[in-house]
């Protein structure tokens, strides 16, 4: 399986980040981090191993970023709109610098799968909702989409933490050019229902309604009692469903 490391200086975040490249070819994924985590962790945890067969037949490729958590939602010392304008930083690194990175790389404008666990899932389904033209989906586990979670429930009305909540924003939306690229995307959601599992079994299943109520066809799974929130089960869960991801029709 061919890997690739790069790191640049990042004219939008004004510090270096790194990300890695897994594979030669196919559908382009890109992989965030769990909260405060690094570009190596799915690697590290055994994700990446779990589909390697995919890769080396050239149906994926992988690209895992690094997060700035630290530096926005899982700040101790900065303001709730602080973090929030922060992340757009960070938003913007990912879709002017990371986007056009990957699209040079594989030579071609599909849109791009998000994916992740945990805060890695959380980002993911953000960032699909608000770019979905460059977004073509996201393959998200036991993530949390109230993202005023992250801000000990902060009640204020700054507009960069409403835009970065998938549960306030989504139900407003009604962008006939946004909606018509999510009935055409692949969206799949997961949940356990057990240990640590309380806030994400929640918003999956508030994002569920409002995905129906919106006719967007998604995938939305919520798995048994046993199932907590843990590598353990994040690694069956992710094999299982880019197994769907690739063969969606």
Same mark, same amino acid.
């Given at each position: 399986?061919? #890997?690739?490391?790069?790191?640049? @200086?990042?004219?939008?975040?004004?510090?270096? +980040?790194?990300?890695? %490249?897994?594979?030669?070819?196919?559908?382009? +994924?890109?992989?965030?981090?769990?909260? *405060?985590?690094?570009?190596?962790? &799915?690697?590290?945890?055994?994700?990446?191993?779990?589909?390697?067969?995919?890769?080396?037949?050239?149906? /994926?490729?992988?690209?895992?970023?690094?997060? /700035?958590?630290?530096?926005?939602?899982? *700040?101790?010392?900065?303001?709730?709109?602080?973090?929030?304008?922060?992340?757009?930083?960070?938003?913007?690194?990912?879709?002017?610098?990371? %986007?056009?990175?990957?699209?040079?790389?594989?030579?071609? @404008? $599909?849109? /791009?799968?998000? #994916?992740?666990?945990?805060?890695?899932?959380?980002? *993911? %389904?953000? /960032?699909?909702?608000?770019?979905?033209?460059? &977004?073509?989906? #996201?393959?998200?586990?036991?993530?949390? @989409?109230?993202?005023? $979670?992250?801000?000990?429930?902060?009640?204020?009305?700054?507009?960069?933490?409403?835009?970065?909540?998938?549960?306030?924003?989504?139900?407003?939306?009604?962008?006939?050019? &946004?909606?018509?690229?999510?009935?055409? *995307?692949?969206?799949?959601?997961?949940?356990?229902?057990?240990?640590? $599992?309380?806030?994400? %079994?929640?918003?999956?299943?508030?994002?569920?309604?409002?995905?129906?109520?919106? $006719?967007?066809?998604?995938?939305?799974?919520?798995?048994?009692?046993?199932?907590?929130?843990? =590598?353990? =089960?994040?690694?069956?869960?992710?094999?299982?469903?880019?197994?769907?991801?690739?063969? =969606?029709?």
């Amino acid at each position: 399986m061919k #890997t690739e490391y790069h790191k640049w @200086y990042s004219r939008h975040l004004g510090r270096e +980040m790194e990300l890695k %490249v897994y594979g030669r070819a196919g559908t382009p +994924m890109m992989i965030f981090p769990c909260s *405060s985590g690094r570009f190596y962790d &799915f690697e590290d945890r055994g994700m990446i191993e779990t589909i390697r067969h995919h890769i080396e037949k050239e149906r /994926i490729m992988l690209f895992a970023v690094d997060s /700035i958590d630290p530096e926005s939602w899982d *700040s101790k010392t900065k303001l709730a709109s602080e973090k929030a304008a922060r992340h757009n930083d960070y938003e913007n690194y990912i879709v002017n610098e990371v %986007v056009p990175f990957i699209r040079s790389y594989v030579n071609s @404008y $599909e849109r /791009i799968i998000a #994916t992740g666990a945990s805060m890695g899932a959380s980002h *993911s %389904v953000n /960032i699909f909702l608000k770019h979905p033209s460059v &977004f073509g989906g #996201t393959v998200a586990l036991s993530g949390v @989409y109230n993202f005023r $979670e992250f801000l000990d429930d902060y009640q204020g009305d700054d507009l960069n933490v409403y835009y970065n909540s998938p549960l306030e924003f989504l139900p407003n939306l009604t962008d006939d050019e &946004f909606l018509s690229h999510y009935r055409n *995307s692949r969206i799949i959601v997961c949940v356990g229902q057990g240990a640590w $599992e309380e806030p994400m %079994v929640s918003d999956t299943k508030l994002l569920k309604e409002i995905f129906e109520q919106k $006719e967007i066809p998604a995938l939305i799974d919520v798995w048994g009692q046993d199932v907590n929130h843990d =590598w353990d =089960w994040w690694l069956k869960q992710f094999p299982y469903f880019v197994d769907i991801l690739l063969d =969606w029709k």
